[in-house]
Structure formats: structure tokens, C-alpha cells
């Protein structure tokens, strides 16, 4: 007897034994009970979510001789003709292959003929976006106005493909992926009818890797029974998929957070010499990335064990969730690079020496503004000189408490427009991400030159760093357009620098209070 693959042999032979499409099969059996089956049916889903086992039952259900809830009895001699692909009255045509006018054309003249045995004429078209512009032509009066003892169901997984008038002339039922509770459920059942012992870490493996396809979880599940006769493993599962050991993900993903060029190549070096695919790699590393994202925020994690968790924290613990997210998209980019490319072991070595680079001077940025906090702070201290206080063995010389006299009362200065325009305008900078301009810009002020030119005045002095930061060309632009979106108009400027020699004076404590710095002041 012929050897009969996992997935057709335990395909669904009614609406209940599906899973995760109930919100189509309760419809569907609703309308069959009800008499109100439509003329035409337009599946739409990822591959193996049962858009084809859907049609067939629905193939069968219509006709059955003694159906049972909306369900096909699959016993009579209709069902079981159909079960068998021996009933001319269903057909099923493969649209990839079957694409031309003319093959349109010969449905489109077979439907005139009533159905030899069975109650309805189906034609079941399977991945029916491949169809010609002809051949959607041809087919669209025929679907629309079928004769009454036809019924049309297509199926496809890019419905934007079809035409309008298809799409407005089918009952369209889209499906949804099968979550991996439910790919869980029904590997379960296989492995029990077929006597296949596998571990419960190996079953989760298998329903991730599908991506909630059913069909793919059923043909790595074969797949790993033909391969051993022992008890299936997450190893094992992983090994014949080509995944890459953890060992390497990890050492490439510490490498790229520690900006380690070296060991990030080494690693790749490594699944090059074992054979592993670079794409399901640079897979596995982004959703290794992302798992330690997960358990950054969530503290919970699955399918590792506990020395894996130890060092998936170990590295939650170093990395910001920022720097996280940065890596993630990088390694999403440079995945969609290399997926179409001949040459990806060149695309993947250099684009993972960029992300390091990117990183590095990240960090460097980051450094830099921290530092040019830090001489704002400084520089906005005031220094004044400090009487000394005389001391003798004996007595000590108390200085006396100013008088009223001697005081002196602040004078409050109302700020000009000029000066609150300025002031919204670096708080705009703020909240529109632009930190770096913020900073460089938030103890300055502004005069007015000229109706095109303003003059930046930094009164605690105009270091190296804010001057690097203002004169590059990208920082100047965004500033310019700042400056126009708040004024109206645009405006050229000028930098100034306002330092002027002030006594030395002692610091006042609260100055240095949020630096974390201790400062000794030696007069």
C-alpha cells in the first residue's frame, strides 16, 4: 500500500474536527442546516490553515445524502465517491498551473450540464489570484449568475490580487494563523494514533516554527518521526530544520550588545563551518533579541531551560530596552536584505560590523551629552569670594549679620516676546527628540541682529562640544526649521560667546546636589 504523508492522512474530515477557525465553520454550518448555501465562496488565508480542507467539506456537505448538523456523513456513497476524487461532479483545479482563458472557458461550458450523481456541480479553484486578466474575465459572468445546481469555491492566500467584481460577487471568510495552543492540541492526537513519542519542549518548538500553519507543523512532525525512533527532542527538531545551537545565538548577541566585532564574526564563522543556513540564523538571533526584550519586561519566558534563562537575564540586566528595540529593527533590515541575495555571508558579515559601529558611537553620543550636561551644570554655578573666618585659640571672630541697609532686593526683569519665543522654541527641540540641540541650547539667549539674522548668546560660555554640535549641518537645518515653524519666517543665526571673568565665589551646595560629584573648594 502507498505510503500516505501525515498532513492528508489526518486532514479533517468534518467542520468540527478544525481548529482555530470556528468563526468559519459555525457559519458555514449554519447556512448548510438553514438551505441558504450561496453560489459562490471566496477563502482567504496563510498557507495550511485549512482553506482547501474547508472546500472539501463544504464539497461534501452540500451533497451528502444524510447530513448531520450541517456535517457530511462521509459514509453514503456521494461522500465517499468524493473522499475518493472519483465523482466528476467536484472538481478541483489548481489555478498556478490552470491559468489561460481557455481553461476558464471549459468551466465556463461545463456548468450547463447537470451534475451526473451528486446534487451540486462544485469546482473548487485553488490559489485562484494566479488566473490570467482573460481568464478573470471569462469567469466573472459565470460567477456572478451560475446556474442553480453550481456552486464555486475559490481559495487563494493574496486576495488583493483579485479583481473588484470577484471579490464583490463571493461570500469572502478570511483565516486567521492557528494560535500554537491549538497546533499543540492536534500534533498531540497525531502523535497518539501514529504511536510518536515526543517531548512537550519538542511539540513547542515544532508549533513556533510553523507560524501557525498546521500543515507545516504536521510535515516537521513526519519529518522528525522518519528521522529517529526514540523519543523526538527539541535537538533533534532543531537539528533538521537547520536552526543554529543556542551556544552561537548567544555569543553573537552578547557580541553585538558588548560592540565585540571580533567574537560577532567568530560566531558567524562558526555556523558557516557547521552548515547551518545564515537566514534561519539571523532568525533565531532576532527572536532571541526579542525574547530577552520580553523577559526585560515581563520577567516570564518559555522553551529554555533554566541555565539559558540565567543568561538571558545576565544580559536583560546590561542592555536598555531602547538598545533592544534598535537592535531588533537593524537585524530586521539587514534580514530583509539578504533573504533575496547571492551573497550572504558578505551581506550579513558586514551588516552586523555596521550594527556594532552603530553602536559604539551610540554610546559615544551618549557619553558626549552626558558630558555636556555635566559643563552646563558647572558653568551655571556662580563663584563670589568668602570672607574668611578668623579663628584664634581662644575666641573666635563672629562677622555680624547684614542690616537692613546693607541689603540689597533682587530686580525682577519681565521677560520680552523675544525671549519666551526663544525659550518655547529650545522647549519644541525638547519635545520633538531633538536632545542634543535641547541641551547645546537651554541656559542661551537670543538677540535680534536683523529681520534675517539672530545672534545665539551662550552667557557661561560657547565650549567645543555645543559649537560641533550647532555647526553640523543636519543640527543647524533642524533648528533653522524650528525657529521658521515658531516665528513664521526663515532665520539664519550666529554663535556668541557671552563667558565674561566673574570673582571666584564659593559654590552654592545646591549646585553640585543632582551631579553625584563631591567637590572640595581649597581657599
Not at 438551505?35 to 474547508?54: D, Q, S
Not at 488583493?160 to 497546533?183: G, H, M, W
Not at 500534533?187 to 507545516?216: P, Q
Request: with cysteine; net charge negative; charged share 25%.
Amino acid at each position: 500500500m502507498a505510503y500516505t504523508a501525515l498532513y492528508r492522512k489526518f486532514r479533517p474530515l468534518k467542520f468540527e474536527d478544525m481548529v482555530g477557525q470556528e468563526h468559519i465553520t459555525k457559519t458555514l454550518k449554519n447556512q448548510i442546516m438553514a438551505g441558504r448555501v450561496g453560489h459562490a465562496y471566496l477563502f482567504n488565508g496563510g498557507r495550511g490553515t485549512g482553506k482547501t480542507t474547508t472546500a472539501k467539506i463544504l464539497a461534501r456537505a452540500v451533497n451528502c445524502l444524510n447530513p448531520q448538523n450541517g456535517e457530511p456523513c462521509n459514509e453514503c456513497e456521494i461522500c465517499q465517491e468524493i473522499l475518493d476524487a472519483s465523482l466528476t461532479d467536484v472538481v478541483e483545479m489548481d489555478a498556478a498551473s490552470n491559468n489561460s482563458v481557455e481553461d476558464i472557458r471549459a468551466i465556463r461550458d461545463e456548468v450547463n450540464f447537470l451534475p451526473t450523481k451528486a446534487k451540486y456541480r462544485v469546482y473548487i479553484i485553488d490559489e485562484v489570484h494566479m488566473l490570467s486578466v482573460g481568464a478573470f474575465n471569462a469567469l466573472l459572468k459565470t460567477l456572478e449568475e451560475p446556474p442553480e445546481h453550481v456552486k464555486f469555491i475559490l481559495a487563494t492566500t493574496e486576495p488583493q490580487k483579485l479583481p473588484a467584481t470577484i471579490l464583490s460577487r463571493c461570500q469572502r471568510f478570511d483565516y486567521k494563523k492557528i494560535n500554537d495552543e491549538n497546533v499543540i492540541k492536534r500534533l498531540n492526537i497525531i502523535c497518539t494514533e501514529s504511536n510518536i513519542k515526543i517531548t512537550e519542549n519538542a511539540l513547542k518548538t515544532i508549533a513556533i516554527l510553523s507560524e501557525g500553519a498546521m500543515r507545516d507543523a504536521i510535515s516537521i512532525l513526519e519529518r522528525c518521526s522518519q528521522e529517529s525512533s526514540d523519543e523526538i527532542t527539541i535537538d533533534l527538531v532543531k537539528d533538521l530544520v537547520g536552526l543554529p545551537s543556542l551556544e552561537y545565538i548567544h555569543k553573537l548577541t552578547k557580541a553585538l550588545f558588548e560592540n565585540n566585532e571580533i567574537i560577532a564574526l567568530e560566531a558567524i564563522e562558526d555556523v558557516i563551518n557547521n552548515g547551518k543556513d545564515l537566514y534561519n540564523f539571523l532568525w533565531e538571533v532576532i527572536k532571541y533579541t526579542k525574547d530577552i526584550l520580553i523577559y526585560k519586561a515581563t520577567q516570564k519566558l518559555d522553551l529554555y531551560s533554566e541555565q539559558q534563562i540565567s543568561e538571558i537575564k545576565d544580559l536583560a540586566g546590561k542592555v536598555e530596552k531602547e538598545r533592544l528595540l534598535n537592535v531588533i529593527y537593524q537585524l530586521s533590515e539587514l534580514e530583509n536584505n539578504i533573504k533575496n541575495s547571492a551573497q550572504k555571508t558578505i551581506l550579513l558579515q558586514t551588516g552586523i560590523i555596521k550594527i556594532c559601529m552603530n553602536q559604539a558611537n551610540g554610546d559615544i553620543i551618549k557619553l558626549e551629552e552626558k558630558v555636556a550636561q555635566l559643563e552646563q551644570k558647572i558653568n551655571n554655578l556662580n563663584f563670589s569670594t568668602v570672607p574668611k573666618v578668623a579663628t584664634t585659640t581662644q575666641s573666635k571672630q563672629i562677622m555680624p549679620k547684614p542690616t537692613q541697609s546693607t541689603t540689597t532686593s533682587k530686580q525682577v526683569v519681565t521677560p520680552t516676546k523675544q525671549t519666551e519665543d526663544w525659550k518655547e522654541i529650545v522647549e519644541n527641540l525638547k519635545n520633538s527628540g531633538k536632545i542634543r540641540l535641547f541641551t547645546c541650547l537651554v541656559n542661551t539667549t537670543v538677540n535680534k541682529l536683523n529681520d534675517q539674522t539672530w545672534e545665539i548668546e551662550f552667557p557661561n560660555g560657547l565650549t567645543e562640544f555645543n559649537k560641533r554640535i550647532l555647526e553640523d549641518i543636519t543640527n543647524r537645518n533642524d533648528l533653522i526649521k524650528a525657529i521658521a515653524m515658531s516665528t513664521g519666517y526663515e532665520i539664519n543665526f550666529k554663535l556668541k560667546d557671552g563667558k565674561k571673568a566673574k570673582p571666584t565665589e564659593a559654590p552654592s551646595a545646591s549646585g553640585f546636589d543632582d551631579l553625584g560629584i563631591d567637590i572640595n573648594i581649597i581657599d
